[in-house]
């Protein structure tokens, strides 16, 4: 079975600047998927940036990035010039591809931007 | 293009009386399942499916029963509801399974239920 830890419940950060949310993960499986998804007030949840486990590169899209450590199961997200539209809880998520579409999720780190 | 489309959105319910989530895709997605969310605990799969007449359990499938007769429907039983059960439910759906093109999961948004 596979666990996600997100060991920052709650998170600030000024608008314009830069943060960094942490999420690290347990698993015996090398074809795996993990996620960074937004959730706002409206309760939708949004996928924010995917990376494939098999992939050496950061996936990027836009102010978005993360910092993916395959060994030390490590997969922070960067989020680059802060908008006030980023404040959100944020959720990390992980999908083994030998297993189905099943997310296991950690539980969640809320950003709050502040102008 | 309606996407994901859950219904009710919001729920109230007293202790022992049932009721069905109902959760409807347009993509012809073949993966359908359910979550939930409690605070601080982020989503829990209950049930999923991987096509039409397929079933499976999740995580957390106690209390709840699923049925997928169409490609495009997923409902979600609760036949005794109980307080343990005040959530937000997520359906959400994706493109095949293990040969899923991204592994993207498209989610409604959401229902909540809360059992007195």
């Known amino acids: 079975a596979q666990t996600v830890t997100q060991s920052q419940p709650e998170m600030s950060v000024q608008e314009a600047e830069t943060v960094t949310l942490s999420c690290t993960y347990d698993?015996?499986?090398?074809?795996?998927?993990l996620f960074w998804y937004k959730q706002p007030p409206s309760r939708q949840m949004i996928l924010v940036i995917r990376?494939?486990?098999?992939?050496?590169q950061n996936a990027t899209e836009n102010r978005f990035s993360v910092n993916f450590q395959k060994a030390a199961k490590s997969f922070s997200l960067k989020i680059s010039d802060s908008q006030l539209g980023d404040t959100a809880m944020y959720f990390c998520?992980?999908?083994?591809?030998?297993?189905?579409?099943?997310?296991?999720f950690g539980g969640g780190t809320r950003l709050m931007v502040k102008p | 293009n309606a996407g994901v489309t859950q219904t009710p959105k919001f729920q109230v319910l007293k202790t022992g009386q049932s009721m069905t989530l109902q959760c409807a895709q347009d993509?012809?997605?073949?993966?359908m399942s359910w979550y939930r969310q409690d605070p601080g605990m982020g989503l829990r799969l209950i049930h999923y499916?991987?096509?039409?007449?397929?079933?499976d359990q999740g995580e957390v499938p106690n209390g709840y029963n699923v049925s997928r007769s169409t490609t495009e429907d997923f409902p979600l039983r609760l036949l005794s509801a109980a307080p343990s059960q005040t959530s937000v439910y997520f359906c959400?759906?994706?493109?095949?399974?293990?040969?899923?093109?991204?592994?993207?999961?498209?989610f409604g948004e959401g229902s909540r239920l809360t059992v007195l």
């Open positions: 990376q494939e486990a098999y992939k050496q």
């Open positions: 959400a759906s994706s493109y095949g399974s293990v040969t899923g093109v991204t592994g993207e999961l498209f």
């Open positions: 698993t015996s499986e090398n074809n795996y998927y």
């Open positions: 993509m012809n997605h073949e993966y």
């Open positions: 499916s991987v096509g039409a007449g397929i079933t």
């Open positions: 998520a992980f999908m083994n591809r030998n297993a189905g579409n099943m997310l296991t």
